[in-house]
């Protein structure tokens, strides 16, 4: 009897996909692959397979106790950690995927330049058919940062603003361990030392319960009126109304969003009427880029030899922790 694999996946090459024959040869399982409008198809498989590679509760859920490994094509994977029920079996492991950071550094280096340049202003100008031009703008260059998370996201922003001239990067991360790429990596139990002093500040945080409205009232309260929030990570770590208060009054300088809460965000919800505010409908990651699909699936394939072998998996996921 054979040992299969069910993958459900949208963005698989035929390149991709024999990559992941010759992996699954190697260790001894067989590969079956699905697009997601293949769902009951998919399901159907499922039911003799050890392994899930997908990114779809819903199909989690179809899985039978046998199932062994879900690997999450996803780098948040919170959504099965609150809800341990998606797993008929109890003991099943969970991977993630964090090969995001380039598209999303890349995201970021983008939207930071923005508010510098101070685009948001600048594009209401145009709007109005206006001509003003010399507004005071900064530069990435000897400016200084503080990265909220120090992951495969943070250490690719790092990374990038250290390459256009930043003077100082900052990180703050669980355990406060250095990290390559960072002048200095203090503990997130430290934020409030350093709020006070902040230009750019960019989360790249995990959705966990200690991370919900880690930014909230009273830490945005201690932001200095030229800083500047930028969020990746995930939404429910900035507590929403004060920030569009701060922004309104002018009591910050502005705000990039590419997460929020909650998503999608409603039509005649306040932040899209927010100021100097750059929003984006959560495409800081995505599958959109081929670097980041070729990255998910030799990610995926490495553990699976991994598995074959009978070694731990270098992804996996603690889900008492949420990462």
Same mark, same amino acid.
């Given at each position: 009897?054979?040992?299969?694999?069910?993958?459900?996946?949208?963005?698989?090459?035929?390149?991709?996909?024999?990559?992941?024959?010759?992996?699954?040869?190697?260790?001894?399982?067989?590969?079956?692959?699905?697009?997601?409008?293949?769902?009951?198809?998919?399901?159907?498989?499922?039911?003799?397979?050890?392994?899930?590679?997908?990114?779809?509760?819903?199909?989690?859920?179809?899985?039978?106790?046998?199932?062994?490994?879900?690997?999450?094509?996803?780098?948040?994977?919170?959504?099965?950690?609150?809800?341990?029920?998606?797993?008929?079996?109890?003991?099943?492991?969970?991977?993630?995927?964090?090969?995001?950071?380039?598209?999303?550094?890349?995201?970021?280096?983008?939207?930071?330049?923005?508010?510098?340049?101070?685009?948001?202003?600048?594009?209401?100008?145009?709007? !109005?058919?206006?001509?003003?031009?010399? =507004? #005071?703008?900064?530069?990435?260059?000897? &400016? %200084?940062?503080? +990265?909220?998370? /120090?992951?495969?996201?943070?250490?690719?922003?790092?990374?990038?603003?250290?390459?256009?001239?930043?003077?100082?990067?900052?990180?703050?991360?669980?355990?406060?361990?250095?990290?390559?790429?960072?002048?200095?990596?203090?503990?997130?139990?430290?934020?409030?030392?350093?709020?006070?002093?902040?230009?750019?500040?960019?989360?790249?945080?995990?959705?966990?319960?200690?991370?919900?409205?880690?930014?909230?009232?009273?830490?945005?309260?201690?932001?200095?009126?030229?800083?500047?929030?930028?969020?990746?990570?995930?939404?429910?770590?900035?507590?929403?109304?004060?920030?569009?208060?701060?922004?309104?009054?002018?009591?910050?300088?502005?705000?990039?969003? !590419?997460?929020?809460?909650?998503?999608? =965000? #409603?039509?005649?919800?306040?932040?899209? &009427? %927010?100021?100097? +505010?750059?929003? /984006?409908?959560?495409?800081?990651?995505?599958?959109?880029?081929?670097?980041?699909?070729?990255?998910?699936?030799?990610?995926?394939?490495?553990?699976?030899?991994?598995?074959?072998?009978?070694?731990?998996?270098?992804?996996?996921?603690?889900?008492?922790?949420?990462?």
């Amino acid at each position: 009897m054979s040992r299969d694999i069910c993958i459900c996946q949208e963005f698989l090459t035929e390149a991709h996909r024999a990559k992941i024959r010759s992996a699954a040869d190697q260790a001894g399982l067989v590969p079956h692959f699905f697009t997601p409008d293949q769902f009951e198809e998919a399901a159907a498989c499922l039911q003799h397979c050890e392994i899930l590679y997908a990114h779809s509760p819903d199909l989690l859920r179809s899985a039978p106790a046998s199932l062994k490994w879900y690997c999450c094509s996803y780098a948040g994977v919170d959504p099965y950690c609150k809800d341990p029920s998606v797993f008929a079996n109890p003991d099943c492991m969970l991977t993630n995927s964090n090969g995001y950071g380039v598209t999303i550094a890349e995201h970021v280096v983008m939207v930071t330049l923005m508010l510098l340049r101070r685009m948001p202003e600048y594009e209401a100008v145009v709007r !109005d058919r206006g001509w003003s031009n010399q =507004l #005071p703008i900064r530069s990435i260059r000897d &400016n %200084a940062f503080t +990265l909220l998370g /120090t992951g495969n996201i943070g250490v690719n922003v790092a990374q990038r603003l250290r390459g256009m001239g930043a003077a100082k990067i900052t990180g703050l991360s669980r355990s406060g361990q250095a990290v390559p790429g960072f002048d200095e990596v203090y503990p997130i139990s430290r934020l409030e030392e350093f709020l006070p002093s902040v230009k750019v500040l960019v989360m790249s945080l995990p959705g966990t319960p200690e991370t919900i409205h880690i930014l909230n009232r009273d830490r945005i309260a201690l932001l200095p009126p030229d800083a500047y929030i930028i969020n990746v990570g995930r939404g429910t770590a900035i507590e929403q109304e004060p920030l569009i208060e701060a922004l309104n009054s002018g009591r910050l300088a502005g705000a990039a969003l !590419d997460v929020m809460d909650p998503e999608p =965000l #409603p039509p005649n919800h306040p932040l899209w &009427n %927010a100021r100097n +505010l750059i929003l /984006t409908p959560h495409v800081s990651g995505n599958m959109t880029l081929g670097y980041t699909c070729d990255v998910n699936v030799e990610m995926f394939c490495a553990d699976l030899l991994r598995y074959g072998r009978c070694e731990p998996l270098k992804n996996l996921v603690d889900r008492t922790r949420g990462y």
